[in-house]
C-alpha cells in the first residue's frame, strides 16, 4: 500500500526519506564538462537573473579524459531566454551545449549580470592571469574582452557587478595575497590594485555588489586559522573608501566546550533588492584542535536582523555509521548560497552528503542539492528539502539565482545550477576516472516547504498533512471544519480536491506533491503552500 509522507528538515545520518525521492521542479541539461572540480573554497556566482531578459549561467569546462593539463578547459556559458522560455545553445550531445567565453585557456571564476544593461560578465584565470569579458547584448555570446597592460592582475578573479556598472573584482596573487580593483564604467584602465590583510592564504574568498546602490562586499576565510576564522570589508561608496577588515564573531553552534569553526568552503554575500546584507556560511565542531565534518551546519547572518545569525540547517551523522569519505575540501554540508525567489522569500541551497550513499569506484559519498526558505527576512527557516534525487551521481557546487523574477517555466520558481558528477570523487583531484557530467539548471516551484517536522506517527502537523496509511488527513489552522483546499502535482497542476478530514490518496502515482490551502490561494498565502511525497 502506498503511504503518504511529509518530507522534512535535519538530516540524521542517511536521508531516511530520500529514496522516494525524484527531482523537484524542472531539471534541464544545459552543459556538460570532464572538468569536475569547480572550487577550491566557497559556492561563487555563477547563477545570474536579468529580470528583463532571462537568466545566465558560467561553469568550468573541458572534454579531456587524460593527464592533468586540459588544454580545452575554458568557462562555458548558457542563457535562458525569458521571451522564448528556451535555452539558447543546447545540443544533443550536452558535452557540446553553451559557447565557450574565452579565446585562451581559461578556468575558475564566476559570473554576474550588469543590472544596467543586463548583460553577463564573467570571470576566469588564464595563464595565471584574471580575464574578463562582457557580452555584447544580453544572450548574446558574443564577447568582449577586458586586458590592462598598466598592471597585471592575479589569479582566481571573482567578480561584481554594482549599480552602476562598475566592475568589483577580487582575486589573489601567486603568493596567496588577497587584493581588490575596478573597472569604472568608461575608464579603458582598471584602478590600482588594494591589498587586503588579513590575507586569507588560500583562495576563500567572495565578492557581492548591491544593484541598488553603491555597497559592495568582501568575504574571506581564513584556512590558516585554529578555528578557521571569517572576515569581511564593506564599502557604501561604490569601492571608493572601506572600513577595516572586520572578524565575523562565529554563531554559537554548537555550545559547551566544542569550538565553533568556519570552513574553507564558508562565506557567500550577497545584497538583497531592499538594499540588506546577507552572508551565508557553513561552520564545523572543532575538539582539541581537531576539526570533524559532521555535524556541520548552515547559518545565515544579517546585521539588520536580531539576532543577527540564525541556523539555517544542521547535517549529523555519527561516525561509525559514515561508511566512506566526503572527498577533498568538504565537509558534511557546504557551500552554501542564498538568492531571493519571486514570493519575496530567502532561499538558500547548499550541497549535502548522504552517509550511505557511495561510489564504489573512489570509495566517496555523493552528495545531493538542498534547500530552505524564510518569509522573514532570515529569522527563520523552513526544514531543509533534499531538491535532487538520491542515486549514482554526486550533485556538488550549486549556485543559487540571485533573484527570479519573471520567466522560468512559470512564474513561482527558483533556480540552481550545480554539476552532476558521474563518478563521485574528483579527477582533478585525482581521487576518480574522468567522466563526461551533465551541468544542471534545475527549476524549483517556490515557496518550496514551511511545514513543522513530523515528530511521531499519525501527529497532525501544522496548516498540513498527516502520515495516515495512503489517506492524506487535511487540516488547516487547526480547524478541520474549516480546511479545504487541492492536491497539485510538481508541475503545479491540480490532481484532487481536497475536503475536510480523510481524502483517499491510494491511487496516486508516487512522485512529489503539493497541498495549497484554498484561503491561500485567494488571498495569495504563499506560505501555507506545503510539500508531500507519496512513496509505495
Known amino acids: 500500500m502506498r503511504r503518504l509522507a511529509l518530507f522534512f528538515g535535519v538530516l540524521v545520518c542517511a536521508v531516511a526519506l530520500a529514496s522516494a525521492q525524484d527531482y523537484i521542479g524542472r531539471v534541464d541539461t544545459i552543459g556538460g564538462t570532464t572538468y569536475d572540480w569547480w572550487r577550491n573554497g566557497c559556492a561563487v556566482k555563477s547563477l545570474a537573473n536579468s529580470p528583463q531578459f ?4 558560467a561553469w568550468v569546462y573541458s572534454t579531456s579524459t587524460s593527464g592533468t593539463t586540459f588544454p580545452d ?17 543546447l545540443d544533443p550531445d550536452y558535452m557540446q551545449s553553451g559557447v565557450s567565453v574565452f579565446t585562451d585557456r581559461t578556468g575558475y571564476g564566476n559570473l554576474d549580470a550588469d543590472p544596467g544593461t543586463g548583460v553577463a560578465v564573467i570571470a576566469g584565470t588564464g595563464g595565471g592571469n584574471s580575464m574578463l569579458a562582457r557580452d555584447v547584448a544580453p544572450g ?9 597592460s ?3 592582475l592575479s589569479q582566481w578573479p571573482l567578480i561584481a557587478v554594482g549599480q552602476n556598472g562598475t566592475i568589483h573584482v577580487l582575486m589573489m596573487s601567486a603568493g596567496y595575497v588577497l587584493e581588490y580593483t575596478r573597472l569604472l564604467p568608461g575608464n579603458p584602465h582598471f584602478d590600482s590594485v588594494r591589498v587586503i590583510e588579513p590575507s586569507p592564504g588560500f583562495p576563500t574568498h567572495n565578492i557581492a555588489a548591491s544593484k541598488l546602490s553603491g555597497k559592495v562586499c568582501l568575504t574571506w576565510e581564513m584556512s590558516t586559522d585554529v578555528p578557521e576564522d571569517g572576515y569581511m570589508q564593506t564599502s557604501t561608496d561604490n569601492g571608493d573608501s572601506w572600513t577595516e577588515s572586520q572578524q565575523f564573531l562565529p554563531p554559537d553552534a554548537f555550545g559547551g566546550d566544542t569550538v565553533t569553526s568556519f570552513h574553507i568552503t564558508s562565506l557567500y554575500p550577497w ?7 546577507h552572508v551565508v556560511a557553513n561552520v564545523s565542531p572543532m575538539v582539541h584542535d581537531t576539526t570533524y565534518v559532521a555535524p556541520s551546519q548552515i547559518w545565515h547572518w544579517c546585521p539588520d536582523n536580531t539576532p543577527q545569525w540564525s541556523r539555517v540547517h544542521v547535517a549529523t551523522c555519527r561516525p561509525e555509521h559514515m561508511q566512506a569519505n566526503v572527498g577533498y575540501n568538504a565537509t558534511y554540508a557546504d557551500r552554501p548560497s542564498i538568492g531571493e525567489g519571486n514570493d519575496g522569500q530567502l532561499y538558500v541551497a547548499w550541497e549535502q552528503f548522504d552517509s550511505s550513499n557511495v561510489e564504489p569506484l573512489t570509495s566517496r559519498l555523493r552528495a545531493g542539492i538542498w534547500v530552505s526558505g524564510s518569509p ?15 542515486n549514482t551521481f554526486s550533485h556538488r557546487f550549486p549556485s543559487i539565482v540571485d533573484r527570479m523574477v519573471s520567466g522560468g517555466p512559470s512564474e513561482d520558481t527558483i533556480c540552481v545550477q550545480y554539476l552532476m558528477d558521474s563518478v563521485a ?16 539548471c534545475q527549476f524549483i516551484p517556490s515557496p518550496l516547504v514551511g511545514a513543522s517536522e513530523v515528530t511521531s ?12 496509511r495512503g489517506v492524506l488527513v487535511f487540516e488547516a489552522r487547526g480547524e478541520r471544519r474549516e480546511a479545504r483546499g487541492e492536491l497539485l502535482d510538481i508541475s503545479g497542476r491540480k490532481v484532487l480536491n481536497l475536503q475536510p478530514g480523510a481524502n483517499d490518496v491510494s491511487d496516486l502515482a508516487p512522485g512529489v506533491y503539493f497541498v495549497r490551502e484554498a484561503q491561500a490561494q485567494a488571498q495569495d498565502q504563499a506560505q501555507a503552500i506545503r510539500k508531500v511525497v507519496v512513496t509505495r
Do not use: C, K, M
Open 271 to 277: 545584497y538583497d533588492y531592499e538594499d540588506r546584507l
Open 150 to 152: 598598466t598592471i597585471e
Open 376 to 390: 522573514d527576512n532570515g529569522l527563520s527557516w523552513t526544514p531543509g528539502v533534499l531538491v535532487t534525487e538520491r
Open 425 to 440: 570523487g574528483f579527477f582533478v583531484q585525482n581521487e576518480g576516472p574522468a567522466t563526461s557530467n551533465p551541468v544542471i
Open 73 to 89: 578547459r575554458n568557462v562555458r556559458y548558457n542563457f535562458y531566454d525569458f521571451a522564448t522560455r528556451t535555452w539558447n545553445w
Open 54 to 57: 532571462g537568466v545566465h549561467t
Open 457 to 468: 506517527y499519525g501527529l497532525r502537523v501544522a496548516s498540513s498533512a498527516t502520515i495516515v
Open 140 to 148: 548574446a555570446g558574443i564577447f568582449d574582452y577586458a586586458s590592462d
